[in-house]
């Protein structure tokens, strides 16, 4: 697989090496300085973090949750892995490629959202990568729909299907980051960049900033997270992010007694709320407009849906001058690999009938020149 050198977290608490890897994660993730990008802007320095290149097939943050994920799937011999996500899901997308390259079936259930190029990108690649596509118009449908999945995949397979949460961020795939954050001290040590005074990331399923939050206090490193959000509070509140956090942390002291007691702090992380818009995956001008500057003056590629939206945040503090004379980090969270080949081979018509009006119907009018391909 693609695991290059020994994770920076079992490396500094050996104990927890014997936690579940499935090996795909090409780590470390470099750095970019893009201190340019902002000219005319009182930054001090800007970077990123390219977790867009997190593997050569398929980047993105959803491979350092997969990594322990489906590592655990193996682990418990199981057949087959089950995820939930919306429609254009890139976590689900990401279970069904890395499932497939590990021999394990992989059950997608999708619920409806806006409608995006990227939609219709990841669900024809879905259906490339052998992924059981399936769709429920409510949360209910779906609760049914798993129950069915799970004992029709038992009678199968004569064991469970693993059930892998929407996004990945559960304790055991919050270790992903909280690993990244012990990598980029090492960086850090390294000077492959200076500390960051704040490091901005989106705020979906709260898994990356939860394992960041953790994982930099753990390595003592002074950084805050700025949490941009981009799904409403009802499927990302506060109480759940704090419940994540004591709970990845009792996993990693099962494993590792020595993995210090931490308890959530109040100032450790910002949850920004003034970037969503009109809601879950419905693109905003602002984010557009951050995501051309990306592109035009860096080369990379952000969604509108997640990580535009979290670098509009960035761009906007830096003109309000909210970050004078900072260090900022950006970190990188979507996939900059090209699965257009993957997606072109596929007719949509072969997906189940419900997710045809992703290809019938109009994408929303931010995105109709599809700018983030």
């Known amino acids: 697989m693609s695991q290059t050198t020994p994770l920076s977290l079992f490396e500094r608490f050996p104990r927890t090496a014997t936690l579940p890897l499935a090996g795909i994660a090409s780590l470390p993730t470099p750095m970019t300085d893009l201190s340019h990008l902002l000219d005319g802007l009182d930054v001090h320095s800007l970077w990123v973090k390219r977790d867009d290149l997190t593997n050569a097939v398929y980047g993105g943050n959803k491979v350092r949750k997969l990594e322990f994920l489906l590592g655990d799937a193996l682990r418990r011999n199981a057949k087959e892995v089950v995820t939930f996500g919306f429609a254009g899901s890139n976590h689900a997308l990401a279970t069904a490629i890395y499932a497939r390259r590990l021999g394990l079936g992989c059950t997608s259930l999708l619920l409806p959202q806006v409608n995006a190029h990227y939609v219709r990108r990841n669900l024809l690649a879905g259906q490339h990568f052998g992924a059981d596509l399936r769709h429920f118009e409510n949360w209910t449908l779906l609760g049914i729909g798993l129950a069915r999945t799970l004992l029709l995949g038992g009678i199968r397979q004569r064991v469970l299907p693993r059930i892998i949460p ?33 490091i901005y990331v989106p705020l979906g399923s709260m898994g990356t900033s939860v394992g960041l939050e953790l994982g930099l206090r753990a390595a003592g490193l002074r950084s805050r997270v700025v949490a941009v959000r ?19 942390v009792s996993l990693l002291r099962r494993a590792d007694a020595s993995f210090p007691r931490l308890n959530i702090s109040d100032d450790g992380v910002e949850i920004r709320n003034d970037c969503l818009g009109d809601g879950y995956a419905r693109f905003t001008a602002k984010a557009v407009r951050a995501a051309a500057l990306m592109k035009e003056k860096a080369g990379i590629v952000l969604n509108g849906t997640y990580s535009a939206k979290a670098f509009s945040a960035l761009v906007g503090d830096a003109a309000g001058g909210l970050l004078k004379g900072k260090t900022v980090l950006f970190w990188n969270t979507y996939n900059s690999r090209d699965l257009s080949s993957s997606a072109a081979g596929v007719d949509y018509r072969r997906l189940p009938r419900a997710f045809h009006r992703y290809f019938e119907e109009d994408v929303q009018p931010l995105d109709r020149d599809g700018f983030d391909r």
């Open 230 to 248: 981009v799904i409403e509070e009802r499927y990302a509140r506060l109480k759940k992010h704090r419940q994540l956090f004591s709970d990845t």
């Open 166 to 198: 929407a996004g990945g961020s559960c304790p055991l795939g919050i270790l992903g980051y909280v690993n990244a954050a012990f990598e980029l001290k090492e960086q850090i040590g390294a000077a492959k960049m200076p500390e960051p005074d704040i």
